[in-house]
Structure formats: structure tokens, C-alpha cells
């Protein structure tokens, strides 16, 4: 999530598997005939890497199995005003703020408490290496003032890590909306697609392979993909190396750069999903 989300997520995300001091940076594979290799079908039965269908009776909890409730905010240097501590929504493990809603949905609510602000954020448990494809279902009933949604997937290596947005909105009314590659987790190094986001219910996906990245919105069969970062253009490029893995992150963020001033928002507020698979 960029900026605060994912790139203060340093010590806060799932440790991954240490890289090299000097990471190797591969050779650059010959493009792939015709763009980028078929996306794996969902419904043609896949091999799942990780999965969860959020079925459960209402009001119970996630998986813990499959996720970790990040228990605080991360903490960026220099913090500017919004992103200041004092400022900032916190993150919690709250039936109020995390939840199934009984309809084979999780729920992560935003909510004010007076004048505190609070959301959740979770991390898969299961890293995921190259050649596979990610995708969640979502519906955004939070497109208000001071809230931070988004679907993105994390390597928080010190050495070599980096940050995929799959799917982010912003309600500090400044930004626009979309998809992200961080190829560093310090915000120096990114490429980014606009791409409008409503209060629908849509897919957002990518694949992951060794010639690049590839992102939908509500992939269909033979669909071109609408963002492609081709490997190694980008400097650096560490999601070629041995060994390199993400996990699934989902959250709302009240406040922060992204989010800002949340007083003249609606609260509560929800990002509702469907489903989260990697295959």
C-alpha cells in the first residue's frame, strides 16, 4: 500500500526468507510469445496455493490458520501531518472492525469511537512464490473521507523487498485510485496505472511470472491485462530472484497520507470479500 502501508510495513509483515546481502539479479528472460503467458483459469481447476472462501457463521472470526491480525499502525521516519501517530486511525482485532458477515464475505470495518478512528488489517500466513496468479473479489461500501482500502501483496525483506498494490483507493480526495508495483519498499522506485474504482463488487488480479507482471480488473477468459510491468524494467528488479515470495495483505486504514482528514467522513465504513486465491 503505498507510502505508509506497505512501505512502513518494515517489521510489521510476515518475515520471508532472508535474501543475499548482494541479491542476484537473474538474466532477463526472453519475452514470452505473443506477451505475457496464459492466466491460470479459476474455474479449471487449479492447483490453489492459498485460498480462503471466508465461510463461517456470522460474526465469527477469520481463519487464524491463514492470517495474522496485525495487532498496530506501522510507523513511517518523518512522518507528515496525517501520518503522525496521534493522528492515525489504529488497527485492531476487533469484532467490530473484523468479521464474516455469514454471507461467505469478510468484513473489515472502519469505525469511529468518539474522536479515535479504528480498522484491521491482515497478512497471509502462506508465502507464494513466482509463476502464480493472485486475485480477490471486492466491494468497496467505503469510498468515504479519511479511509484507505486496499488488496496488495508484500515481500518486507530489509535487502531486496518489495510491495505489488493489486487494488487500492484513497479518501484523502488527492489521489487517484489503482494498481502500484514498488520494486523497494523505501517509495523510490514504483510504476503506477490509474484505474476507477466504485462501490461494485470486482475482481482484481495479477500474475506473476518470470517476464513481468500482469494485472485485470474483472478478468474475463482471453482478456488483454490493462497495467503490464515487464521484468527488469525497472531498476531494481528483485522479484526474479531464487527464492522470492509475497503474501496476501487486506486492510482499512483510517487517516494516514492516504486516507487524511477523516472527520467529515461516514462511519462505519466496509470493504466487503468475496474470496482471496493464489493458484
Known amino acids: 500500500m503505498m507510502l505508509l502501508a506497505g512501505l512502513g510495513a518494515l517489521g510489521a509483515a510476515l518475515p520471508l526468507p532472508k535474501a543475499l546481502a548482494d541479491p542476484l539479479q537473474p538474466d532477463a528472460p526472453a519475452p514470452g510469445p505473443g506477451g505475457p503467458a ?16 471466508f465461510d463461517g457463521p456470522a460474526g465469527s472470526s477469520i481463519d487464524y490458520s491463514k492470517w495474522r491480525v496485525e495487532p498496530r499502525r506501522e510507523r513511517i521516519k518523518n512522518p507528515v501531518f496525517w501520518d503522525r501517530p496521534e493522528n492515525m486511525g489504529e488497527y485492531r482485532d476487533s ?8 454471507n ?18 491482515i497478512t497471509g500466513t502462506q508465502p507464494v512464490g513466482i509463476n502464480s496468479t493472485w486475485e ?100 531494481p528488479w528483485p522479484f526474479n530472484n531464487p527464492g522470492y515470495t509475497f503474501v496476501p495483505i487486506l486492510n482499512v486504514a483510517v487517516a494516514g497520507s492516504g486516507g487524511g482528514d477523516p472527520s467529515g467522513g461516514s462511519y462505519p465504513a466496509q470493504m466487503l470479500v468475496d474470496y482471496v486465491r493464489v493458484f
Open 104 to 121: 461467505g464475505n469478510l468484513v473489515i470495518q472502519a469505525t469511529r469511537e468518539g474522536d479515535k478512528y479504528f480498522g484491521a488489517k
Open 136 to 235: 480477490a473479489r471486492i466491494k468497496l461500501d467505503c469510498q468515504t473521507a479519511g479511509c484507505w482500502p486496499a488488496w496488495w501483496i508484500l515481500n518486507d525483506n530489509k535487502v531486496d523487498g518489495g510491495e505489488v498494490d493489486l487494488m487500492e483507493w484513497y479518501g484523502n480526495g488527492e489521489w487517484p485510485s489503482g494498481m502500484t508495483v514498488h520494486t523497494k519498499l523505501d517509495g523510490t522506485s514504483h510504476r503506477t496505472m490509474r484505474v476507477p474504482i466504485d462501490n461494485n463488487w470486482h475482481t482484481w488480479r495479477m500474475t506473476w511470472t518470470d517476464h513481468g507482471m500482469y494485472f485485470w480488473k474483472d478478468y474475463v477468459p482471453g482478456m488483454q491485462p490493462i497495467f503490464e510491468v515487464p521484468a527488469f524494467s525497472m531498476d
Open 95 to 102: 469484532r467490530e472492525n473484523l468479521f464474516l458477515d455469514g
Open 38 to 53: 496464459p492466466a491460470p483459469q479459476a474455474g479449471a481447476g487449479p492447483a490453489m496455493r492459498f485460498s480462503d472462501e
